[in-house]
Structure formats: C-alpha cells, structure tokens
C-alpha cells in the first residue's frame, strides 16, 4: 500500500490587503448612503414608469409602451434621475476585495509581519 506524503511548498504565503482601508464608522456611513440611495431610486418617480412600462409590455400595450418609453428618455435626459453617490458601493467593494475596514486589517498586518508573511496589496 502507497504511503500518502504531504508534499513539501516553497510558495511563500500571502497576506493580500486591500488598498483602500477607511474605518469602521466611515464604512457603516458609506453603507448607510447607499441604502438610502437605494430606497430614493425604488420610491422615484423613473422606477414608477419602468413598472408601468414592464406591466404595459406584458400585456401587450404597445402604445403605453413606448409612451412610458419616451418619458424615461427624456426624464434622464433633463436630470430627473438620482445621481448615485460619489464612491462605489463598499458592501460590494469589499466583496471583491477592492476596499476593507482598517481595524480589521491593521491587525491582520501585524500578525503577518510577526510571521514573516509577504503583504500585497489589492484592488
């Protein structure tokens, strides 16, 4: 019977951080922004036509259609639509790994410098 043996890794292991760190009040800002924003798009005027034009689509009122069609149009063409905020989203930021909270990473640091980790920096 074959012995199974650990294979030996000269990989050297990587610590990757995001580039952007802000803190932990700034992030839950930033994610109160965004769901605020969110509820303004959801509650506006825009997405109320885009409602009525999917419902006039799948009944087949073509002429409503294309109306509501025309109003969205000329509604984001006036400035009508809400502008989103001036950073991305940071819940889907930090999915990616584009953005974390500095308390959480400072501390990730040290521990890699303690362990003789490489630190790269993401994003």
Known sequence: ????V???SK???VLRVPKEL????EFARRKSIYEQYYQRVREGEVSKKFFKQREALRNGDMTTFKRLQQEIA???F???MIPAPPFPNPEIESVYGRLGISEYWEQKIQEAKGKGVE???VG
């Open 22 to 25: 802000i803190s932990a009040k």
């Open 74 to 76: 000329d509604d984001r």
């Open 6 to 8: 650990k294979p030996k």
């Open 11 to 13: 990989a050297k292991e």
């Open 1 to 4: 019977m074959a012995k199974a």
């Open 78 to 80: 006036d400035g009508k």
């Open 119 to 121: 630190i790269k920096l």
